[in-house]
């Protein structure tokens, strides 16, 4: 694939002009274009004549030195989850066709055009959000990364994100959350993914999976990318980031569920990375995390994503039901055998989780652990329904953990050039999203050598 440039190369290249963003948009949209590539499958919509036209306004602010900010007219593409104003949001699914177009912007999204980002256009995801495979039988599937002949998925459910920025069909792409929609896809295709602390990002304009799991955060190629865009979405100011030594850091590698059942490639690619680190100073301890034994009995119907897909959905579904892809609607559907006792449960069940892992990850940096225990299957290989709820577990479970407990993690590329895709994912505890991408962007080179 090829080396496309970071966001902050982008801006220097704009500064200086070496390129324009007319120039950005319209590479972008011939590679969407191409057709031998996956640009058909990648976007749901796109935004060709508002994106030239918002690319040709941030040129003309840039001369006269009144570009919104410093990565003004830099093209990023929305997940089809968010609000566009004056779109239809489908969210990957064909039960919305004949739902009214949005009046405003989600709030990321006008966040996003305020800094002068240009949309480029809508992704393809998984429908309603609900796997973490990334397979869409009514738009297609794009093929990620790995072995691109044979056709492998690209994680999901932020699919169509992590392809556009890997084939530089955008520069950074507006993803979600809610067990691991922003990482899965990005360890599936080698590139940055961001779970943020979920409280510092409004939910609002965006089609919900589960209100209280649901994040919203970025895609990109590198940590620092992925900072950008977060201190955007979280309406902070973008701070230069600074990388943490990795000599002195103390990180913990939960031993419970993290590890079991790993592809091989994934066990040996998070070993050497874990022995890279080590041998460059880092203090790892392996650890139980007892509590993490707690998170499957409380998901042993549905947890929360059902039950709160199943309040959002339940008169759609009654209505066109038909028209969802099974492997969805069955999901949502588990949400109607939960009782109002169980749910109260759950939040309880799950505040105790929250206390007793952030008692337990105090003396530690981070938790260091695979993205996914399995690497990208072959899309024809999950034809049967058995082998897609066996993979899209695999898939879920270790982003998961860190949803359940309202953590913050960022999933970094951790294979060697020519090897098959393998994410390591750096997590913490909520509010603690500097730090991490701080000790992130200083093992982003170590862990892959």
Known sequence: MPDFPTLAKLADDLESGRTTSRKLVEACLARIADPAGEGQRTFIHVDKDAALATADAMDGLRKVKAAPSRYAGIPISIKDLFDIRGQVTRAGSRALDDSAPADQDAATVARLRKAGFVVIGRTNMTEFAYSGIGINP????????????????????????????????????????????????????????????????????????????????????SVSCCAILDAVLANEPIVPLKPRAVKGMRLAVPTTIALDDLDADVASTFERA??????????????????????????????????????????????????????????????????????????????????????????????MLPTTANTPPKISDLADDKAFTRENLRALRNCTLINMIDGCAISLPAHREGDVPVGLMLAGAGGSDRRIFELAAGMEAVIRV
């Open 274 to 367: 874990l022995k890279s680190l080590a041998d460059h100073g880092a203090v790892i301890e392996r650890i139980e995390m007892a509590e993490f034994h707690d998170i499957g009995p409380m998901n042993a119907k549905g947890g929360f994503a059902a039950s709160e897909s199943y309040a959002w959905h339940r008169y759609l579904i009654a209505a066109k039901g038909d028209i969802y892809d099974p492997r969805v609607s069955v999901r949502i559907m588990r949400g109607e055998a939960q009782s109002a006792a169980d749910y109260i449960d759950l939040l309880n069940e799950r505040r105790s989780l929250i206390a007793r892992v952030n008692a337990r990850v105090a003396p530690y940096d981070a938790l």
């Open 138 to 221: 009514h738009y297609g599937t794009p093929k990620g990364a790995w072995n691109r002949a044979e056709g492998h998925v690209p994680g999901g459910s932020s699919s169509g994100a992590a392809v556009s920025v890997l084939d530089g069909m955008a520069h950074g792409a507006l993803g979600t959350d809610t067990g691991g929609s922003c990482r899965i896809p990005a360890a599936f295709n080698g590139i940055v993914g961001y779970k943020p602390t979920q409280r510092r990002v409004p939910l609002d304009g965006s089609v919900p999976l589960s209100f209280s799991l649901d994040s919203i955060g970025p895609l990109a190629r």
